[in-house]
């Protein structure tokens, strides 16, 4: 099998643990052939983005890091990316940021409602799956991004699985197939533990009934397994390796490679 990984963060967003240089090396040690960088994406004039993320004026250095990286590490390849949310004021910026990385990664922690943003662990409610599915719609439509990460993160607070997760699973997924983006299972929600539901007991993330609905009725949309470490000792975990388990039971289409 060859591993790899598109979802890495790193210590400037302030929530993970461990610079650049030290995931990679974790990539090395487990024979990797390919690791993507994609910390939090930073703003300049967007404090609803919340603080959790480099700040603006460290992004020229990030990615020096990623470069001095590629250099130093010739036996993985080494990608440029970074991890954003879309609203169309940013179009331009995201453009610019395009050009900048080797892919884009969507997530959509917030949507907006009424001007007052909404982030996706905390969601409870149909009508914010119906804006999230909108929001993802749309973004993806612009072209920029290459993988949507954690597609279902809608589900984190959700109490129980409706016609509304399902209406905004097959949007997000007929959005993925239009513009031939990659949906992501993501690792980084099994590591959250199982937690109790009115509907049972599970995981915040992935969700089985989201990923069977691709499974069974967009059996062509490509899929990847990231791990989404915030810890170099994360990368190549048991979590992972139970992503990678769940992607392949459920038959999704899973690519290894961008
Ligand atoms: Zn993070
Ligand atoms: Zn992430």
């Known amino acids: 099998m060859l591993l790899t990984n598109y979802h890495t963060h790193h210590d400037r967003c302030k929530h993970a643990k461990g610079d650049v240089e030290a995931y990679v090396k974790e990539a090395v040690k487990h024979n990797y052939a390919e690791i993507g960088m994609s910390c939090h994406t930073p703003h300049q004039n967007f404090p609803q983005m919340g603080t959790r993320r480099m700040d603006y004026s460290e992004l020229a250095t990030y990615f020096k890091d990623i470069e001095q990286a590629q250099k130093k590490y010739p036996q993985i390849k080494v990608l440029k990316a970074l991890e954003c949310e879309y609203f169309p004021h940013l179009h331009d910026y995201m ?17 907006e409602i009424d001007g007052k943003f909404k982030d996706a662990f905390h969601f409870t409610k149909p009508e914010q799956l119906n804006v999230y599915a909108s ?62 539901y009115q509907d049972g007991v599970r995981y915040p993330y992935p969700s089985e009934k989201f990923w069977s609905i691709i499974a069974n009725e967009f059996p062509t949309v490509k899929v990847i397994v990231n791990s989404d470490c915030h810890n170099p000792a994360y990368l190549n975990d048991e979590y ?3 992503a990678r388990d769940m992607a392949k039971r459920l038959n999704l289409n899973v690519i290894e490679r961008l």
């Not at 453009?95 to 949507?111: R, S, V």
């Not at 993160?153 to 699985?161: D, E, K």
């Not at 007929?174 to 929600?189: K, P, S």
């Open 240 to 242: 992972m390796q139970m």
């Open 95 to 111: 453009t610019e940021l395009k050009q900048q990385t080797d892919y884009l990664i969507l997530a959509q922690h917030y949507i």
């Open 135 to 196: 929001c993802i719609e749309e973004a993806l439509a612009t072209k920029l991004f290459a993988i949507l990460a954690h597609p279902d993160v809608f589900m984190t607070l959700y109490p129980r699985w409706d016609e509304a997760c399902e209406a905004a699973t097959r949007q997000i997924a007929q959005a993925a197939l239009d513009n031939d983006v990659i949906l992501e299972v993501n690792a980084n929600g099994l590591r959250r533990g199982k937690q109790t």
